[in-house]
């Protein structure tokens, strides 16, 4: 009886090797064939598996647009992964999920807006939420410095890649805050840990750190105006 053929492996130690040398290489032209000949394969195959694996609904692009924009957000997120700290499959497909949950319920949320605004009377004054919508723009301008501001530090103030796992995905939910539809404490642990698979006392414990800097970074954009986003920030965990 003929053996029964085992399905080749996509993601391979291979993979993970031709990662780490492409994050420790500042050589664009090696890194752009790196990437073509070791990696690319992988990070298509990966972004069809999850998208296919949990259904995701509210997307307006067809499939394969929606997968090549999981793999340039997995390119974006690859120097973020760090030797030793655990297997790249797991960390790259967290990230593959990560983007596609948050997209999935900005769309449904998108959706949702644009149908109540299409029952909105016809003399409805937008006038009137002046003083909101200062206060919102004020707001914008803040969220917008404040995640520049951890892009730039965020490896600095957490060392661990579980906390920046956690981290990164309490930024992207600030990213795309708008578009969240139960925006309370305990939906967005939730749905951290359904992107991180994290329990909840390491996001609480993150998420403790991130708020004692965050009202730092206010008091300062109160105050001056702005952030400065290139604070030499060594504290670790």
């Known amino acids: 009886m003929p053996r029964k053929k ?18 420790k290489s500042n050589n664009k032209l090696y890194k ?14 990966l972004a069809e598996i999850v998208y296919n694996k949990w259904k995701f609904s509210y997307f307006d692009d067809a499939p394969e647009d929606v997968m090549a924009e999981v793999v340039a957000f997995m390119v974006e997120k690859m120097h ?8 790249a499959f797991s960390y ?20 949702k807006d644009t149908d109540v605004m299409s029952n909105m009377p016809e003399n409805w004054d937008k006038e009137n939420n002046w003083e909101e ?11 917008k410095r404040m995640l520049e501001y951890w892009d730039v530090n965020l490896e600095t103030y957490f060392s661990k890649k579980r906390d920046l796992q956690i981290a990164d ?3 992207e939910l600030f990213r795309r805050a708008e578009y969240i539809e139960n925006f309370n404490k305990k939906g967005l642990y939730l749905l951290i840990r359904e ?27 109160m105050e001056y105006g702005d952030i400065d986003t290139g604070s030499n920030y060594s504290e670790t965990l």
Do not use: C, W
């Open 6 to 23: 085992q399905p080749k492996e996509y993601f391979t130690l291979e993979t993970e090797q031709a990662i780490i040398l492409y994050n």
């Open 32 to 45: 752009d064939k790196l990437y073509k000949d070791k990696i690319q394969k992988s990070f298509e195959k």
């Open 80 to 87: 973020m992964f760090r030797e030793g700290k655990g297997k």
């Open 92 to 111: 790259f497909t967290i990230v593959a999920r990560n983007y596609l949950i948050l997209n999935n319920n900005s769309n449904y949320k998108r959706y």
């Open 133 to 143: 919508e200062v206060t919102n723009s004020e707001y914008k301008v803040f969220n």
């Open 169 to 171: 995905a309490v930024l």
């Open 195 to 221: 992107m991180t698979g994290h329990p909840t006392h390491y996001i609480t414990k993150v998420v403790n750190r991130m708020k004692s800097k965050q009202i730092e970074l206010f008091n300062e954009f």
